[in-house]
T-cell receptor
Framework: NAGVMQNPRHLVRRRGQEARLRCSPM?????VYWYRQLPEEGLKFMVY????????ESGMPKERFSAEFPKEGPSILRIQQVVRGDSAAYFC???????????FGDGTRLSIL | TQLLEQSPQFLSIQEGENLTVYCNSS?????LQWYRQEPGEGPVLLVT?????EVKKLKRLTFQFGDARKDSSLHITAAQPGDTGLYLC????????????FGGGTRLMVKP
């Protein structure tokens, strides 16, 4: 998992605050995916990005959530006005090409007080 | 919506026993990945199967992709305590595009 770097590993926010989760893909990988793992549930797809483009955001909640993958720097998953139900582990994965296996980071565990 | 049903959800066995984990779907996938996840960490890729009927072996682990590319199995021979963990299957391609559709996971405990 060392290849895909996510930070922070743990994030605590109060209701109404903003959460920013960062993901640096493996070297040479230009495809980034975000997944969410709710307590006692499986991993669910959120969004798929390539550099500067959102390819598939069918798993993203319609409000408060956004993602970007700028030309320079890490991919960012942003959650505005967080609520208790946003508490989960958020995982980022990357792949070199679109049909290649995805490799995961160790996740960011978000807790909402 | 594509779904992957993984069974069993929980499995507790003695060291040395064999076990099989199943992953079934009514949908066709282009490929299927098996991951293992430890507490507090992300899923680690074990294997990718692509061709219908494909069998891959990784030491004591044998992975099979169904002929119709709708199901897969993971068989562990002579399980060891170090095999304890959460095993996840994930399908890619088909109607889902490149996103991964995950099964619910099998939590395996191997007792010494």
């Amino acid at each position: 998992n060392a290849g895909v770097m996510q930070n922070p590993r743990h994030l605590v926010r109060r209701r109404g605050q903003e959460a920013r989760l960062r993901c640096s893909p493996m070297k040479g990988h230009s495809h980034v995916y975000w997944y969410r793992q709710l307590p006692e549930e499986g991993l669910k797809f959120m969004v798929y990005l390539q550099k500067e483009n959102i390819i598939d955001e069918s798993g993203m909640p319609k409000e408060r959530f956004s993602a970007e993958f700028p030309k320079e720097g890490p991919s960012i998953l942003r959650i505005q006005q967080v609520v208790r139900g946003d508490s989960a582990a958020y995982f980022c994965a990357s792949s070199r090409w679109v049909d290649q296996p995805q490799h995961f980071g160790d996740g960011t565990r978000l807790s909402i007080l | 919506t594509q779904l992957l049903e993984q069974s069993p959800q929980f499995l507790s066995i003695q060291e040395g026993e064999n076990l099989t984990v199943y992953c079934n779907s009514s949908s066709v996938f282009s490929s299927l990945q098996w991951y293992r996840q430890e507490p507090g960490e992300g899923p680690v890729l074990l294997v990718t199967v692509v061709t219908g009927g494909e069998v891959k072996k990784l030491k004591r682990l044998t992975f099979q992709f169904g002929d119709a590319r709708k199901d897969s199995s993971l068989h562990i021979t002579a399980a060891q305590p170090g095999d304890t963990g959460l095993y996840l299957c994930a399908g890619a391609g088909g109607n889902a595009g490149n996103m991964l559709t995950f099964g619910g996971g099998t939590r395996l405990m191997v007792k010494p």
